[in-house]
């Protein structure tokens, strides 16, 4: 039981190492996240090896070593570590999900992962507040869309080796984060031998709904639109048209209209009027131009589009040069899914497609260059209407029935409800591309000390436009492709007799202008989101760690990130000038900066997280000078004429952010915590930079305020955990 000066402590596999002290007590930092086996060895001694040890993110791993004095016959000793259920020195709710216990849930995403988790629900929401309070990073470089705040999920899913997630007591090198914080920590690669994961997934084309829509209106009596167009049921009305309804007399639903069905049916269904009244001045019968409808409702349901995933990585040394650039080595991972969406339209499917890579090298002793490389691209539609922007419309069905997020089942009503459904241009083709470049420096000075420098490059383009058009003829109509003769015949022509219905491809197809069909529009106020916006965040950050004593480590670091905006997304829709088709534009260069310190203390019966952060916000440049009267709101002033508004410099903000944390370990399975802070992040730059204006009228309509103060969260959390069985962990918090 004797401490013993002088034992060497090597990672195998790596060159780091340390020497126990007189106290027989040792240091080992910067080792990256993952499982290791760690020798300790002395002469005299026998060596022990204690194999599978974990090492979490920004957490301590204590190892503790009993040699025993070398006799004949004895060979090394192997120990096989064990992972505590309670980590001591933990002051806040984190959860660690190796690999092993990745690969045995039913998910094959990172964002499933993280949902699984308690305090966590799908979107990444946290407490009820939204993604974009959440942290997110890979390796330690910041993965989030600078547009939106918003987390970027899309990341390889072989390619990970583990997760840290957290619901609050953020230490103080942690800004921009209110509510949630994630660490994805990938596979490092190796310098002896490569290794190959794949993983596939597969679904057959099948409906997403209790019910087969099929092709065109299906049950015609059970149909929620097509019942009071089609219908053929009879009830009690003017059958003959005579202007009378005599004893026993009844006529057919389509005819006559809703107006003839008991009160009970007739609010259940659209208050169509019947062909009859439509038909009256045409040269048409109500029967050709209900047959007309058959066409208009001609749409095929049925998903076609298998939902599937392939994500595979492949990792090893760099062959040939390799070994002369200080052991190079790699990863690549690839991500393609596609998800069908529950009605089909212009694009039936979404698709995600993700290239990840990674080189590491060891280009000098105690010196780690690390470059990392994400690009993906996910290709879908966006929602309709004025200011939508960015909001993407997911293929995912709802995670829980209150869950509200955005899919297209969900608006199934409203106007011209009949385009979404039995049309395909509702909503607009939607794209969009994120990258990220991470350059990661990483010197160690000396056991005890390590500096890492930082550089990463963020950007996101969104690209919105129009739905494919419908068909045009040479004077700018819609083309005519069938007519519905007097015998109820569907014949295909681009010109009809004076007594035959003319037909487009109307509901399908992209128009500008109002088209109608039995008071159905099938133009025009869908399909009028648009988007060509890019925006690009630099970021550079300098961290220095230090054990300063057995007791004591100390971490300090400075942030600087610039973001570029050029933000241009809106509605067009020429055929309603009254709606104004809202544009949201603005060209801006924030600048966000931050200083920190922070400590952690760990004795026997306690461990505690010090730390404050300083926080530096400049939206930059100039401002509209304005109050609620100020002319720039005029309809006579308008957006051309906003640069002759008068101006004023934005204001620099600077913050200061105090972070606490605390754990009491009771006994060796127990433990309570406590911790408090204050945490800030960039204001959403909609609130900051937004400019709305009329396209017609370019009546400013709203403008953001570039000086609005950081949004700031005061959390504290008390919280208790018990080990059971050394297999569970109860957590109260």
Not at 274 to 282: C, F, K, V
Not at 528 to 547: E, L, P
Request: proline content about 5%.
């Amino acid at each position: 039981g004797e401490p013993i000066p002088g034992v060497s402590v090597i990672i195998d596999g790596t060159t780091q190492g340390a020497v126990s002290d007189a106290d027989g007590y040792y240091v080992i930092l910067n080792v990256r996240p993952g499982e290791y086996n760690i020798r300790a060895s002395f002469i005299g001694y026998t060596s022990v090896v204690r194999e599978g040890v974990r090492v979490n993110v920004d957490l301590t791993t204590e190892v503790d070593f009993q040699l025993q004095e070398e006799t004949v016959g004895l060979d090394e000793v192997v120990v096989a570590a064990e992972r505590p259920v309670v980590q001591r020195d933990v002051s806040a709710s984190i959860a660690n999900i190796d690999q092993e216990q990745i690969e045995n849930l039913p998910v094959s995403s990172v964002a499933e992962v993280i949902s699984l988790q308690a305090g966590f629900e799908p979107g990444l929401t946290v407490r009820g507040s939204g993604g974009n309070q959440v942290g997110f990073a890979v390796d330690g470089v910041a993965f989030t869309d600078p547009r939106s705040n918003n987390p970027n999920t899309e990341i390889s899913y072989t390619a990970i080796d583990e997760v840290q997630v957290q619901t609050g007591g953020f230490n103080a090198e942690y800004g921009n984060v209110r509510s949630g914080l994630i660490n994805v920590v990938t596979k490092d690669p190796s310098r002896t031998r490569y290794s190959a994961d794949i993983i596939a997934r597969y679904s057959t084309p099948k409906q997403k709904t209790f019910t087969d829509f099929g092709k065109g209106y299906g049950d015609v009596d059970h149909s929620f639109w097509a019942f009071p167009r089609l219908s053929t049921q009879r009830f009690p009305g003017d059958g003959n048209g005579d202007g009378t309804v005599d004893s026993g007399e009844t006529c057919e639903v389509s005819i006559c209209g809703v107006g003839i069905l008991p009160e009970h049916l007739r609010t259940q269904y659209e208050q169509f009027g019947g062909w009859r009244a439509l038909a009256e001045g045409t040269p048409y019968s109500p029967e050709q131009l209900r047959k007309g409808q058959e066409w208009v409702y001609r749409k095929d349901f049925d998903i076609v589009d298998p939902d599937y995933e392939v994500d595979g990585t492949i990792t090893g040394p760099v062959p040939v040069i390799g070994k002369m650039l200080g052991d190079l080595r790699f990863s690549a991972s690839f991500r393609d899914a596609q998800n069908a969406y529950v009605i089909p339209g212009q694009r039936s499917a979404e698709g995600r497609r993700t290239f990840q890579g990674k080189l590491v090298s060891d280009i000098g002793p105690g010196m780690r260059l690390a470059v990392t490389g994400i690009r993906n691209k996910i290709e879908g539609v966006a929602f309709t209407g004025e200011g939508i922007g960015y909001r993407n419309v997911t293929a995912e069905l709802p995670g829980y029935t209150w869950d509200n997020r955005d899919y297209i089942e969900g608006n199934l009503v409203g106007v011209s409800v009949e385009s979404q459904v039995f049309g395909d241009y509702f909503f607009s083709p939607h794209d969009v591309t994120r990258s990220v470049v991470g350059l990661e420096f990483t010197h160690t000075l000396s056991p005890t000390t390590f500096y890492e420098v930082q550089l990463q490059r963020n950007a996101s383009s969104d690209r919105t436009g129009a739905p494919a058009y419908r068909t045009e003829d040479a004077e700018g109509n819609s083309l005519v492709v069938r007519c519905v003769t007097p015998d109820l015949q569907l014949r295909e022509a681009n010109t009809c007799a004076p007594d035959e219905v003319a037909l487009t491809e109307a509901p399908f197809g992209y128009k500008e202008k109002y088209e109608y069909y039995g008071g159905q529009a099938f133009g025009s106020q869908r399909g009028d989101a648009r988007d060509t916006s890019d925006v690009r965040r630099w970021t550079a950050r300098f961290d220095i760690t230090s054990q300063l004593n057995r007791f004591m480590q100390a971490k300090a670091g400075i942030e600087y990130n610039i973001s570029d905006y050029d933000v241009f997304y809106g509605s067009w829709d020429p055929a309603n000038p009254h709606q104004e088709n809202e544009r949201f534009r603005w060209q801006r260069r924030p600048t966000q900066g931050a200083l920190y310190g922070q400590a952690k203390l760990e004795f026997r019966g306690m461990v505690a997280n010090l730390g404050v952060r300083a926080d530096y916000f400049h939206a930059g440049g100039e401002w509209y000078d304005y109050d609620a009267f100020s002319r720039i709101f005029s309809s006579s002033q308008g957006y051309n004429r906003l640069p002759e508004a008068p101006t004023k410099a934005a204001k620099r903000q600077f913050t200061l952010s105090p972070r606490l944390g605390v754990s009491f370990p009771v006994t060796e399975v127990s433990k309570f915590y406590f911790n408090y802070g204050h945490f800030r992040q960039m204001p959403d730059p909609y609130r900051l930079f937004e400019i709305r204006y009329g396209a017609y009228t370019t009546q400013i309509q709203r403008i953001g305020d570039p000086n609005m103060p950081l949004p700031k969260t005061v959390a504290y959390e008390l919280g208790f955990e018990q080990s059971l069985a050394d297999l569970f962990l109860v957590r109260l918090a």
